[in-house]
């Protein structure tokens, strides 16, 4: 039997490769080594099915850890795996026998759209709040210009393929199975092109940076995601581009922290605004100043609540509330005066001013039998 080649040794990177360059690798090999491009001859297309197996597996996340942890053999079935038949695993096998059910029919396959991406976008909690319509910059495989996203040079077309004979499928025996597969040389199609674009190496896509508008509602909070529908990876020889998935995530702000619409702040009050009663004034998110009334005999801990100063609510009506929570700050530096006023309220307290504290007094001596 045969040894197989490391898929990382076959590629030529290392095994912590990112996938770009596993992709730059590969592109790199198959044009290197495709039979359109080496008048049929067997060792290059030898090579060419290798390296094709090779991506076909490390470029899928869970297929690459299946095969770092247990090699070659995490896609054989049984003890009889042979060199050459880590074509598939188990969906292989129920896509042999239920095929007609789960493809929509045999033969060719369908031409698949591009890959959905992800953007991952910071905003403020003021940008949250207003929207903000912003523009960016994104790295993406797009449609090649010089083929039209065909893949072929211009003028030329396509032919059957050798690998397959047209089908678009090629088995291979996995234990006592015989597995069906898409074709590693026209993957899927039936038919290959006659001559690649110089351009974009028969991809019909080339890498390329792109800018981008981007609308963000007011009301989004971290977790929103916004589509951008057909601004993805372009499909592979004209195939239909995938979508763009921008996730935003809100700045830690330093005056409130966000509840849903509602946000929430705290406050230190002076303990003669809290027995007496006031007023404070607070920055709205919205820029406008927010008059916040401070009831008499307020307790550290509790809360008041402005009704519709909070966030907006996302495309709806309305906003939030604004939650503010009170702490009474106690005087630690007092003047002689102020220090004497006090001693002379303490001498006319009487219990009634503070209910709470006279209450867990009672407790206690309940408690101790007093």
């Known amino acids: 039997m045969a040894a197989q080649l490391d898929y990382y040794e076959l590629l030529g990177v290392s095994r912590d490769a990112d996938s770009a360059a596993i992709k730059s690798a590969y592109r790199r090999l198959a044009m290197q080594f495709h039979p359109d491009?080496?008048?049929?001859?067997?060792?290059?297309?030898?090579?060419?099915?290798?390296?094709?197996?090779?991506?076909?597996?490390?470029?899928?996340?869970?297929?690459?850890?299946a095969y770092d942890r247990f090699g070659h053999a995490a896609f054989q079935a049984g003890t009889g795996g042979q060199a050459g038949q880590g074509f598939g695993d188990i969906g292989d096998i129920f896509?042999?026998?239920?095929?007609?059910?789960?493809?929509?029919?045999?033969?060719?396959?369908?031409?698949?759209?591009?890959?959905?991406?992800?953007?991952d976008m910071e905003v403020t909690l003021e940008e949250a709040f207003h929207g903000k319509s912003t523009e960016i910059e994104i790295e993406v495989s797009q449609s090649c210009g010089p083929c039209h996203g065909t893949g072929a040079t211009p003028g030329t077309g396509t032919?059957?393929?050798?690998?397959?004979?047209?089908?678009?499928?090629?088995?291979?025996?996995?234990?006592?199975?015989?597995?069906?597969?898409?074709?590693p040389n026209c993957h899927g199609r039936g038919e290959v092109i006659e001559s690649p674009c110089r351009t974009c190496g028969g991809e019909g896509r080339v890498d390329k940076a792109q800018k981008l508008a981007v609308d963000v509602p007011p009301g989004v909070d971290s977790g929103t995601r916004i589509r951008l529908?057909?601004?993805?990876?372009?499909?592979?020889?004209?195939?239909?581009?995938g979508d763009l998935y921008i996730f935003l995530h809100v700045k830690p702000h330093a005056i409130f922290t966000r509840e849903g619409t509602s946000l929430m702040t705290r406050v230190p009050v002076s303990f003669t605004t809290a027995a007496l009663g006031g007023a404070?004034?607070?920055?709205?998110?919205?820029?406008?100043?927010?008059?916040?009334v401070i009831?008499?005999?307020?307790?550290?801990?509790?809360?008041?609540?402005?009704?519709?100063?909070?966030?907006?609510?996302?495309?709806?009506?309305?906003?939030?509330?604004?939650?503010?929570?009170?702490?009474?700050?106690?005087?630690?530096?007092?003047?002689r005066d102020q220090r004497t006023l006090l001693e002379q309220f303490r001498d006319l307290e009487t219990g009634e001013e503070c209910p709470a504290s006279r209450g867990f007094i009672d407790k206690i001596k309940s408690a101790l039998g007093g």
């Not at 045999?106 to 890959?115: E, I, V, W």
Request: net charge positive; with cysteine; hydrophobic share 25%.
């Open 37 to 65: 491009r080496n008048d049929g001859c067997k060792e290059n297309e030898g090579k060419f099915k290798a390296v094709s197996e090779a991506y076909d597996c490390l470029k899928d996340p869970q297929k690459r850890a």
């Open 95 to 119: 896509e042999t026998i239920f095929g007609q059910a789960f493809n929509g029919g045999g033969g060719r396959g369908q031409a698949r759209r591009g890959a959905d991406l992800r953007y």
């Open 159 to 183: 032919r059957r393929c050798n690998l397959c004979s047209g089908y678009g499928k090629v088995r291979a025996k996995q234990g006592f199975f015989v597995v069906e597969r898409d074709c």
């Open 229 to 241: 529908s057909g601004k993805g990876e372009a499909g592979p020889r004209g195939a239909p581009p």
């Open 280 to 292: 404070i004034e607070l920055p709205g998110i919205d820029g406008n100043p927010v008059q916040v």
């Open 295 to 335: 009831p008499a005999g307020l307790q550290s801990g509790e809360q008041l609540r402005q009704r519709g100063a909070g966030m907006p609510v996302l495309q709806g009506r309305g906003r939030g509330d604004l939650v503010i929570e009170i702490t009474v700050e106690t005087p630690t530096r007092m003047s």
